[in-house]
T-cell receptor, first 113, second 114 residues
């Protein structure tokens, strides 16, 4: 079946450090992949989305590359700010019609000044 | 306006009593979803409406009911709350359903069952 794995429950960085959040997925075919971000007191919101294997998505300084070979969709940012503190969810949109989006467990990012 | 509203934001319920949560959106989205989020777990899709058609996940089929009286509103109903229902409930909507669609989420309702 479809599944998403985020191994990092929490990441703590200082401002201007490099961010890397790991995400791997399991499915068949070519799924759509998303990163959603949830700020305190709000619901998740779309950060970026990629629909084609080996393509890269980017938004607000964040990047993620869809790698079908390694079934990964890691999230990166070169230099984090305190305002990036949030929970980041990797989400798998199944490759087959009739399937819906499956969320990972989320990675809480805390950026300290 | 891309806002999804949820009421109430916090709900305290007694074991065995019913619970009704409300969600609304004004984006004219045809699909509305309900998720359950517990600490250290992924948000879990409970059910969704595509237009007037309700789809419920197999493992939560008998635990949750829902209604969608019009395009803008959707409710989540628990007939008899148990302690295991304590969680954050997230409502979302999208234009077209399925695996490609961007979902717009409300801030959630935190349900505590005592």
């Amino acid at each position: 079946g479809n599944s998403v794995t985020q191994m990092q429950g929490q990441v703590t960085l200082s401002e201007e450090e490099f961010l890397f959040i790991n995400c791997t997925y399991s499915t068949t075919g070519y799924p759509t992949l998303f990163w959603y971000v949830q700020y305190p007191g709000e619901g998740p919101q779309l950060l970026l989305k990629v629909t084609t294997a080996n393509n890269k998505g980017s938004s607000r300084g964040f990047e993620a590359t869809y790698d079908k070979g390694t079934t990964s969709f890691h999230l990166q940012k070169a230099s984090v700010q305190e305002s990036d503190s949030a929970v980041y969810y990797c989400v798998l949109g199944g490759a087959n019609s009739g399937t819906y989006q499956r969320f990972g467990t989320g990675t809480k990012l805390q950026v300290v000044p | 306006d891309t806002t999804v509203k949820q009421n109430p934001r916090y709900k305290l319920a007694r074991v065995g009593k019913p619970v009704n949560l409300i969600c609304s959106q004004t984006m004219n989205h045809d699909t509305m979803y309900w998720y359950q989020k517990k600490p250290n777990q992924a948000p879990k899709l409970l059910l969704f409406y595509y237009d007037k058609i309700l789809n419920r996940e197999a493992d939560t089929f008998e635990k949750f009911q829902s209604s969608r009286p019009n395009n803008s509103f959707c409710s989540l109903y628990i007939g008899s709350a148990g302690l295991e229902y304590s969680a954050m409930y997230l409502c979302a909507s999208s234009r077209l359903g399925g695996r490609y669609a961007e979902q717009f989420f409300g801030p959630g309702t935190r349900l505590t069952v005592l």
